[in-house]
């Protein structure tokens, strides 16, 4: 008796959306849609640097929020959502709205 071994076609990698935008302070922040990592960043290009390391350089998964953005997930994540639906810039010059 004969098995045929049926290969499962490869996952595709999701690349995790990041927010970055400032603070109430007017830090630079980065932090993953669902707050599962992030950071506090001196100026934008960092953040950006940041956030692309993180997502596997997917620049079309970082969205610049003109909003506050919290490094604490709760309020931040309904700004961030919120923000997806109006004007987002994309780091390479792109607009997703």
């Given at each position: 008796?004969?098995?045929k071994?049926?290969?499962?076609?490869?996952?595709?990698?999701?690349a995790?959306?990041?927010?970055?935008?400032?603070?109430?302070?007017?830090?630079?922040?980065?932090?993953?849609?669902?707050?599962?990592?992030?950071?506090?960043?001196?100026?934008?290009?960092?953040?950006?640097?940041?956030?692309?390391?993180?997502?596997?350089?997917?620049?079309?998964?970082?969205?610049?929020v003109?909003?506050?953005?919290?490094?604490?997930g709760?309020?931040?994540?309904?700004?961030?959502?919120?923000?997806?639906?109006?004007?987002?810039?994309?780091?390479?010059?792109?607009?997703?709205?």
């Open positions: 008796m004969m098995m071994l049926v290969q499962r076609p490869p996952r595709r990698h999701i995790p959306i990041v927010f970055v935008g400032r603070d109430r302070h007017g830090n630079w922040v980065a932090r993953e849609q669902n707050g599962i990592f992030g950071g506090i960043f001196v100026n934008r290009a960092q953040a950006f640097k940041y956030a692309l390391a993180k997502n596997g350089d997917h620049p079309e998964s970082v969205i610049e003109s909003r506050e953005i919290e490094l604490d709760s309020a931040s994540r309904q700004l961030a959502e919120n923000e997806m639906f109006g004007a987002t810039h994309r780091p390479d010059g792109g607009s997703t709205g």
